[in-house]
C-alpha cells in the first residue's frame, strides 16, 4: 500500500493541532469531600463527595457510594456545606450609566446595579433590538462582590426606555465576558416608563404604545411570512428594524419580561400579556403579594427582586414617614413569604440592589419576615433556572449540570455564614 505522503503528513499535522486544542480546553478535575450537601434537587447528604469534571458535575454522592478519581485534586471540605451556585434572574451588573439628558423623566423604581462610569454620551439608545451584551463592562470588584454571596449566575438586563432591549445569561467563571455567556440574548425587557420630551409623555400613552407596538409586529410577521409562501403577486413587506426586533416575541413567543414597579404595573403586564399571547414574565413585583390573586391565576413566572424599598408612588410612601417606615421594616420584607403562602412559585432577584452584600443582606430579611429557608434557597437556585429555561443545566446538584458549586462555613440564610470558595463553570475562586 502507498501512502501519499505529501497529503498524509498535513493531516497528521491538522490532527495534531486539534488534539492539543483539545487539550488546552479541558478543565480541571476535583473531587470535593466530606462535606454536607444540599443538592436542592433531592434530601441532603450528610458527609458526601462532588466530583467536578471539566466544568462539568461528574457525580455526586454519599463518600461510601462515590469514589475520588485518581487524577482529581481532592479538596477536603470537612465542617463546610455544599449548594448549587445562586441564579440571580435579574440584575444591572457591568452597565454603563448614560449621562442624564438620555434619561427618561420618570425614573425607574429601582437603581442601577453595579454601575460605571457615565459615558460621554449616549452611544447605546433603548429599543427592542438592543443588545445589552454590548453595553457591559467587567469590572473585577463588581465580580468578587457577588462570588462572596454565593452567586454564579446573572441575568443581565437592560434599564432604560420602554422596550429596554435584550438581556444575557452570564456565568461569572472569569475575567472575560465572552466565556461567561450562557444565552444571547434570553429576552426582551418592557418598562411602563414615559419621556416627558417625547411621545409617549404618559403611561396611558405607555400602554397605548405598546399595545400598537405588538399589534404591528403581529401584522408585520403575518405579512412576512405570507410573502416568503407565495413569493409572486404580492408586494414585498418594506423592511422595519422596530418590527423586525419584535417578531421573534410575537410569533414565536419568545421571553417578554416586564418590569413591574409595583401592583398597578403588574396589572398592565398581565393583559398585555394575555392579549398577544407572550411568553411573558413579571419582574420587580416587591408589591406581588398585594396582586396574589390575579398572579395565581395566571401562572405567569414572577422574578421577584430582593429590593424591599416601596416603590414611588406607592400609599406607603405617601401616607406619612411612620407608615414608610413600617413599610420598609415590615410590609415589604414580607413580600416573598406571602406568595408561598399563596403557593405561588417565584425566583429571587437583585434588581435594585448595588452589589452582593446587599443580596445577602436582604435575602436574611426576607427569611426573617417569614420566608422560610427552603424556598429562598429554591428561588435561589432551581425555581430562577427554570423561570429562565436552563433548569437542565443549572439550579441544582446533579451530574451532567454545570458544575456552578458553592462552599459555605454555616448554612445558607444565616448571620455569620460565609462563602468559602466558588466554583462557576469548574473554575474555582477562593475567598
Not at 43 to 49: F, N, S, T, V
Not at 78 to 98: K, Q, R
Not at 208 to 213: E, G, I, V
Request: net charge positive; charged share 20%.
Amino acid at each position: 500500500m502507498r501512502f501519499h505522503h505529501q497529503r498524509f503528513i498535513p493531516v497528521l499535522a491538522i490532527l495534531a493541532f486539534a488534539a492539543a486544542t483539545a487539550a488546552a480546553d479541558v478543565g480541571p478535575t476535583y473531587a470535593i469531600r466530606n462535606c454536607r450537601i444540599v443538592p436542592v434537587a433531592g434530601p441532603p447528604i450528610a458527609k458526601g463527595i462532588i466530583v467536578i469534571r471539566d466544568g462539568l458535575i461528574e457525580a455526586v454522592g454519599p463518600l461510601e457510594k462515590v469514589a475520588a478519581p485518581p487524577d482529581a485534586e481532592v479538596i477536603e471540605a470537612e465542617g463546610l456545606v455544599a449548594y448549587p451556585g445562586l441564579v440571580v434572574a435579574h440584575t444591572n451588573l457591568f452597565l454603563e450609566v448614560p449621562p442624564p439628558a438620555a434619561a427618561e423623566a420618570r425614573p425607574a423604581a429601582f437603581p442601577l446595579t453595579g454601575q460605571a462610569t457615565a459615558p460621554a454620551e449616549d452611544r447605546f439608545p433603548p429599543g427592542p433590538g438592543q443588545l445589552v451584551l454590548s453595553q457591559l463592562k467587567f469590572k473585577k470588584s463588581t465580580f468578587e462582590s457577588w462570588h462572596k454571596a454565593g452567586v454564579t449566575t446573572v441575568l443581565v438586563a437592560p434599564y432604560r426606555g420602554i422596550f429596554q432591549g435584550q438581556s444575557v445569561l452570564l456565568n461569572l467563571n472569569g475575567e472575560a465576558l465572552e466565556p461567561m455567556v450562557l444565552r444571547q440574548p434570553l429576552a426582551l425587557h418592557v418598562n411602563f416608563t414615559v419621556d416627558r420630551r417625547t411621545y409617549p409623555s404618559s403611561l396611558m400613552g405607555t400602554i397605548a404604545y405598546l399595545r400598537q407596538s405588538f399589534l404591528d409586529a403581529g401584522h408585520y410577521a403575518a405579512h412576512q411570512a405570507q410573502f416568503d409562501k407565495l413569493r409572486r403577486g404580492l408586494k414585498r413587506p418594506a423592511y422595519d428594524p422596530f418590527l423586525e426586533a419584535l417578531v421573534p416575541f410575537v410569533r414565536d413567543r419568545r421571553p417578554v419580561v416586564f418590569q413591574c414597579n409595583n401592583q398597578e404595573d403588574i396589572k398592565r403586564a398581565l393583559k398585555i400579556i394575555a392579549e398577544f399571547k407572550l411568553q411573558g414574565m413579571i419582574a420587580g413585583a416587591n408589591e406581588a403579594w398585594r396582586v396574589a390573586a390575579e398572579l395565581k391565576a395566571s401562572k405567569v413566572p414572577l422574578l421577584v427582586t430582593l429590593n424591599l424599598t416601596p416603590p414611588t408612588g406607592s400609599q406607603y410612601v405617601t401616607q406619612g414617614e411612620e407608615l414608610k417606615k413600617k413599610a420598609e421594616a415590615e410590609i415589604y420584607p414580607a413580600n416573598a413569604a406571602n406568595l408561598v403562602k399563596e403557593g405561588i412559585p417565584f425566583a429571587l432577584t437583585a434588581l435594585g440592589l448595588v452589589d452582593g452584600a446587599a443580596l445577602t443582606k436582604n435575602a436574611l430579611t426576607a427569611v426573617k419576615a417569614g420566608l422560610p429557608k427552603d424556598k429562598a434557597l429554591e428561588a435561589l437556585t432551581i425555581l430562577a433556572a427554570r423561570a429562565l429555561g436552563v433548569d437542565r443545566e443549572l439550579g441544582s446538584l446533579e451530574p451532567g449540570k454545570i458544575a456552578n458549586v458553592i462552599l459555605t462555613k454555616g448554612e445558607l440564610f444565616e448571620e455569620k455564614t460565609t462563602v468559602d470558595r466558588v466554583f462557576a463553570d469548574g473554575v474555582m475562586f477562593k475567598f
